[in-house]
């Protein structure tokens, strides 16, 4: 059975990186950046979710008229906080854990854990993501990685 798109979100409390994925490479990117009070980010990020959800629905579709499956949407998850983490921004975690709720309210969310994605070597990369190791950019790197990853969770399973 063909391998479906995945939808892969770096949620950020100012920058949510968006992607979709699939084993022949990336489809499309979003970066999204906060200028706008919390409320409204979130809903810019459900519908660029659903923007990108959507496309991905459009290849599944455009591949194989009879298949009627959804993507995967993976979301990048939080570690909770821990003394061992020293000081944290706990407004930008709260930030972070709206964002994640806005998008699992709204879909069924496969959730991966945090663990350096968006970190390696630019060649790791589609050349439309490649950048400097910090900014922006590595939002959407990471969107990346977490997509990646939940391929990875999907095999394991469908190995079982």
Avoid: C
Wanted: hydrophobic share 40%; net charge neutral; charged share 20%.
């Amino acid at each position: 059975m063909r391998e479906l798109p995945i939808v892969g979100v770096d949620p950020g409390g100012k920058h949510t990186g968006i992607v979709v994925r699939t084993p022949e490479g990336l489809h499309r990117w979003t970066l999204i950046t906060r200028t706008s009070p919390l409320d409204w980010y979130l809903g810019e990020i459900v519908d660029a979710v659903t923007e990108s959800r959507d496309f991905a629905r459009n290849l599944i579709l455009l591949d194989n008229h009879t298949d009627f499956r959804l993507p995967t949407l993976a979301v990048e998850d939080l570690n909770p906080p821990a003394p061992q983490m020293g000081i944290i921004s706990v407004r930008a975690l709260l930030d972070t854990a709206q964002v994640i709720g806005a998008i699992a309210g709204r879909y069924v969310i496969t959730r991966i854990p945090p663990g350096g994605h968006g970190s390696a070597p630019n060649a790791a990369y589609p050349e439309a993501l490649q950048g400097p190791p910090t900014g922006k950019m590595r939002h959407v790197r990471s969107s990346w990685d977490i997509a990646g990853a939940a391929r990875t969770l999907i095999r394991q399973e469908a190995a079982r």
